[in-house]
C-alpha cells in the first residue's frame, strides 16, 4: 500500500478592502515611499476597520469559500490549527471562535503560536492527523490583525505590517503527492529582538503597560533582518538538499512575505529563478501568519498537479522552517 501524505486539496484567502499605502503613512509617520519600497518592496497593505472585527472575521469569509470550493460542509471538519499572533482574545482560542462562526460542529481544535512561522507549523503539525490516519479533513488557519498590535506611531514597524487571512484544506492522497518533507526549528534566544511585551503573564496589562506602549510588537529591524536574511535561505536549501531536488527541480518558492531582500536572498541561495518566486509583498505587507496561505491562494490557478513547491518562513521566537510539498490538483 502506498504512503498516505496529507495533500492540500483546496486554499483560499481573503484581505480585507482598506487599502493604507505608503503615501498615507507618510502623514502618520516620518517616513517615504522610497525608503519603504527601496528598503522592504512593500507599497501598501490591507487594514481591517471596523469596531468589533477580529482576526476570526478575516477567517470566517476564507474557510466559506474554501468549503464551497471544495463542496463540503463545516460539520466534516475533523480539526482546526488556527495559527495566529493576534488571536481575537487569549482564551477561548479563536479555532473554537472560528468553528463556533462557521459551524464545525465536529471539529476539535487549537491555536498556533509561533509568530511568522506559524503557518508552516501549523501544516506540518496538520499532516501528522492525517498521515496518521486518525483525521480525513483538517483545516489549517493563519491570519493576523497585525494592526491591532502595531503603534502607528512607530516607523520601524507600522511601515511592515498588514491585515490578512488564508485556509488550507488538507486531506489524505495515496497518488504521492502532498506534505513531502519539512524542517522546523526554533532559537528562544531571539525572542528579545522581536515580542510583544505586555498582556501575557508576565506584565499583566496596567496604566504603566500602556503608557510605555508595551501593548504594541517591538522589533530591532536590523537584529531581525540579519538572522532572517541567512537562516530562512539556508532552511530551504536544506530541504531541497535532503530531497535531491536543485533549483531546476522546484516549480515555486513560496516565500513568508516579510522583506522584499530577504525572498530574493532565498531565491538565490536556492538557485530558484525569480520568475518562480512567489511575491504580493508590495500589496499586502507583512501578513504574519497570513502571508503563505495567501500567497497560495493568488498563485492557486497557476500551480500543477505534482509541482514541486518549496514553503520558507522565519518569524519571532526566533522560529523558521521550510516545508516541501507535490501539489496534488
Ligand atoms: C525593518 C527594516 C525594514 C529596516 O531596514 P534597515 O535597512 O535595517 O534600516 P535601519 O533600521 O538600519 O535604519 C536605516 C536608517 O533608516 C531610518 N529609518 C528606519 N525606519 C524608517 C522608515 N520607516 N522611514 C524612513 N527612515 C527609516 C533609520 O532611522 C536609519 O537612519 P540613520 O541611518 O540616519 O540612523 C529591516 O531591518 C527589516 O526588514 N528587518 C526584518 C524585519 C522583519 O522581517 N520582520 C518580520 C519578522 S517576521
Redesign the pocket.
Known amino acids: 500500500m502506498s504512503k498516505i501524505h496529507a495533500a492540500i486539496t483546496a486554499v483560499h484567502g481573503y484581505v480585507p478592502d482598506y487599502v493604507l499605502t505608503n503615501q498615507e ?1 507618510e502623514t502618520m ?4 515611499d522610497e ?2 519600497t527601496s ?2 518592496g512593500i507599497k501598501e497593505r490591507r487594514i481591517l476597520k471596523g469596531e468589533g472585527l477580529a482576526t476570526s472575521d478575516m477567517a470566517v469569509p476564507a474557510v466559506t469559500q474554501l468549503l464551497k470550493k471544495r463542496g463540503i460542509g463545516a460539520d466534516e471538519i475533523d480539526l482546526i490549527i488556527f495559527c495566529t499572533t493576534t488571536p481575537d482574545m487569549i482564551f477561548p482560542a479563536t479555532a473554537n471562535v472560528l468553528a463556533n462562526k462557521i459551524g464545525a460542529k465536529n471539529a476539535w481544535g487549537f491555536d498556533l503560536q509561533a ?2 512561522s506559524g503557518f508552516l507549523y501549523g501544516l506540518t503539525s496538520g499532516a501528522q492527523f492525517i498521515e496518521s490516519g486518525k483525521h480525513k479533513k483538517v483545516l489549517v488557519v493563519g491570519g493576523d490583525k497585525m494592526s491591532s498590535i502595531v503603534n502607528y506611531k512607530d ?7 498588514g491585515d490578512g487571512c488564508g485556509a488550507v484544506l488538507l486531506e489524505p492522497n495515496d497518488e504521492g503527492n502532498g506534505l513531502i518533507d519539512s524542517i522546523l526549528k526554533s532559537d528562544g534566544a531571539g525572542g528579545q529582538y ?1 515580542n510583544l511585551k505586555a498582556g501575557g503573564s508576565l506584565k499583566p496589562a496596567s496604566h504603566a503597560t500602556i503608557d510605555a506602549g508595551e501593548h504594541f510588537a517591538y ?1 530591532e ?2 537584529a ?2 540579519k538572522f ?1 536574511v541567512t537562516n530562512m535561505a539556508d532552511v530551504a536549501h536544506e530541504v531541497m538538499e535532503r530531497n535531491h531536488l536543485t533549483g531546476e527541480d522546484v516549480a515555486w518558492l513560496v516565500p ?1 512575505q ?2 522584499k ?2 525572498i530574493d536572498a532565498t531565491a538565490n541561495r536556492t538557485g530558484i529563478s525569480p520568475e518562480k518566486v512567489i511575491i504580493n509583498i508590495e500589496r499586502y505587507g ?1 501578513t ?1 501568519n497570513g502571508t503563505i496561505p495567501l500567497c497560495l491562494w493568488e498563485w492557486e490557478s497557476k500551480f500543477k498537479k505534482g509541482d514541486n513547491l518549496i514553503l520558507a ?4 521566537g526566533f522560529t523558521w522552517g521550510s516545508v516541501y510539498l507535490k501539489w496534488a490538483y
Not at 509617520?29 to 517615504?32: H, L, S
Request: aromatic share 12%.
Open positions: 503613512l509617520v516620518d517616513t517615504n525608503w519603504i528598503r522592504t509568530a511568522c516607523r520601524a514597524t507600522c511601515i511592515i505590517f522581536l522589533q529591524g536590523q531581525v533582518f532572517a513568508h516579510a522583506n531582500r530577504i507583512n504574519t518562513a522565519f518569524g519571532g
